[in-house]
């Protein structure tokens, strides 16, 4: 942005603005543009249609709820894309976040597969929501648990990326609600309070483990942090 501005004044030095309220309104008007134009640049053409097809699948073709709330599910992947935005994640990540469950939970009727994200949205965005997709809704709860635990410990790259954020707002969300609503919170569930704790618990040391110690990832302090929170609900078990 500095060198915008520094390019643009070096083209409409004051020395030669003197009387003239044309220049100097030429310059305000440049000023003007090329910073709408460096806006664009950060909530662009693709983020936004990434929103639109995500407001589509989850709020215009079936109302989707979040699990046992009267709460319209599409805030759930907008805050996932925020997450993945705040934590420094590239475009194609931050769509994939917004789109990541899109496959997963898009009605028969107007089913979304890999091939229509890759041709609307370009093949990183596509093999990151493919990635985190569950295949089999139709196992019972713990089946579904374990070998979607099993394939988060194959995650890596934008992947990886869009688990966290989603795994970070719902971990997020369910303390809030245990905050507020105690043991049942759990009601929603198909499965047993010590269940789930113990499910996501293990998420995120799948996750913190697949990060490598070695990263820096912005995320890792809010999935320790959030995993210390599951601990305090039940259980012992976390290495992160």
Do not use: C
């Amino acid at each position: 942005m500095w060198r915008l501005i520094t390019k643009v004044v070096g083209r409409f030095h004051p020395k030669f603005f003197g009387s003239n309220l044309s220049a100097t309104f030429t310059f305000i008007l440049y000023i003007e543009l090329m910073t709408n134009q460096v806006l664009d640049t950060i909530f662009n053409s693709r983020i936004q249609a990434a929103i639109r097809f995500a407001t589509q699948v989850h709020e215009i073709d079936q109302k989707q709820k979040r699990k046992g709330k009267d709460i319209p599910y599409l805030i759930h992947p907008l805050t996932v894309g925020l997450i993945l935005a705040k934590a420094g994640a590239s475009d194609d990540i931050i769509m994939a976040g917004i789109l990541h469950d899109t496959i997963e939970d898009s009605v028969p009727t107007k089913k979304v597969t890999r091939e229509m994200l890759e041709q609307e949205f370009g093949p990183v965005v596509a093999e990151a929501v493919d990635a985190v997709t569950e295949q089999d809704k139709g196992l019972p709860w713990k089946a579904r648990k374990l070998e979607a635990l099993e394939h988060i410990k194959t995650l890596s790259g934008p992947a990886l990326w869009v688990k966290s954020a989603d795994t970070i707002n719902n971990v997020a969300d369910l303390l809030n609600d245990y905050a507020k609503d105690g043991d049942a919170t759990f009601e929603r569930f198909n499965a047993s309070k010590e269940d789930v704790v113990n499910n996501y618990k293990a998420v995120i040391e799948a996750l913190v483990a697949s990060w490598g110690d070695e990263s820096v990832n912005m995320m890792l302090a809010d999935l320790r942090g959030l995993g210390e929170g599951m601990k305090a609900i039940g259980g012992e078990r976390g290495n992160w």
